[in-house]
């Protein structure tokens, strides 16, 4: 195929986790909330679904933004709205790396950051975490245009320390994206970062603590500079009026997402227990989902296929350091149970054994 | 700020038309459709907002694809969803141009295929049309990896024939955009080029004959592996489930499309009318608006100026060949009679005269 630029026939493509198109699935492998979004959010939904939807959106989704600035302090010229944080990060890498820049994540971590960068023909350095999902000493790379850190880390659900992340941004000459797609599930944030660092970009969305992952709702947080230099780069009416409603409700009832985010961290607790009783390796998680290993001779590749014929989705990697492991998103009491059932009935069996 | 690229710093960004704030606007200036949506749309929104979106939607928007791909009398794998067919463009930039590769479009033409090389650091080259609105016989040019042509081009609104696109596209080593925005409206299209062609990718949107501008639907038609190329470029989830659920109820009511299309026909025959009646010359228009061009004494600047005062918006160009200028969108009956009477009122007390 010659009309492709070159790194766009090399590369494969991003593979989303599967989402099953026939119903009866339990599914615990794209982190999706398992409680309902805001009610608030659905009726605005269905009252902005009139005639006005014949007229462009705001370019800016300025209710939103402002929205956003209100509950987040900071203010509305340091917010920028996407459809889910994806396409905040699409518009970071267009920005901030050209063909052959230097862009830095951890590893293992989403590996979406990478796909984004083989897209731009930009190059890509990953820095292993330790083993313990810290990052290393040696992690900046000042010459990196853009160093992407998520946290909470998928798939670890570990934190790097708020101070650790400001020392680092100190250290470079590019950009340090902050992926808190997870932070709602999680014992502190650093929002705070962008009011301090002129090189920080903070990144939420309402995919997970939203019950949102429907909508493409994301939101990115920086200085006046940085955001002006991003809408640049946007598609004009990037949000649409249903996601400006929609956003706008959600941030209008933070206690739904407070309160879902509590029942979450119970939850993540009991799942995580339970794992360890089964002998699994967890990682402390402050996101909401786990990452479980599993030891010899249950295999983590065989239990994930095994539960997939039972209509249990988890999230299986094929990818180093991952590959005796599955991540597990915290579902309901329920989900939690059948799935733990079914897990110690396979390695009982030894269905699941190397 | 050097956090960002050159190019991007360089750049001025890419200004839409107004979106006024307040209400009581006559708004002939963005090309919206004056009138509103199918009611079974606004319906299958609403039906949409339910629980569910608290999933991740279908990655590839599957049922909106198939559906167009019925409508439109292709294959399915030939489809592309996209947020508008803004995103679609982005899409295509990126798959297919490079830093420093070649970019054309004729000229003057939609100006966002220009913003998006300069956010890419592609080279941008336009070609101007004839004093007729036709491609110049030497428009071809084979190096370039992407030939943009809308077709009706905006803001003319002429329509290129089909056998000049076939032979362009012949001619080209690159892709060939035929950019349909406003094909509803024109007397016939060029999706079948798609079948014949492997180099040929059709752009259609729902903002215009659709009366959803609101919601951002576009779809992208070409050959599999230029589809299947692209995929690898989009974000994995672009477009939402209200996005999906829209687009299938939208597709399942083209009556409702052609009805309007129609009444924008007659509408349009009007206003061209009016508008030579006060002395314009009007381009034929296929289109759902016009560009009608005033001679002096009377300034198109200034008309476009009073008519803002009295809270009609028309759309002004400080462009080359356009400094004459208005692109009028054809809006309801009583919208032109309002814009008609307040024209006519300016250019006899000669409020408008340079």
Redesign the interface.
Known sequence: ?T???????A????T?GK?P?GGGYI?LN?N??????SPK??EA??EA???????????MG?AAREKAADVFGVEPGMVLCG??S??LL?MIV??????G?LIITPYPTYS?YETLAE???ARFESIDFEEDYSLPADFARPDA?ITFVPNPNSPSGTVVPKDVLRDLAGKLD??LVIDEAYVEFADSDCLGLVNEL??VIVLRTF?KSF??????IGFGFAQK??ID?L???K?????????IAAAVAGLDDMEHVRGNAQKIRENRAHLTQQLRGLGAYVWPSQSNFVLARFSPPVSARRLFEELEARKILVRYFKYRRLEDCLRITVGTRQEIDALMGAMAELVESKAVVV
């Open positions: 195929m009309y492709f630029r070159k790194n766009i026939n590369m494969g493509g991003y989303p989402q198109k599914k794209t999706e909330n398992p409680f309902p979004p959010v659905l939904i269905k679904a009139d005639d006005e939807l014949r007229k462009y959106p705001d370019p300025t459809n889910g994806d396409e699409t267009r920005a901030f790396a050209g063909e820049d979406l897209i731009q023909g245009k590019g950009i002129p090189n995919s019950s949102l992952a429907g909508m493409r500079e940085i230099g809408i640049k780069v598609d004009s009416y990037n949000v649409n009026r249903l996601f």
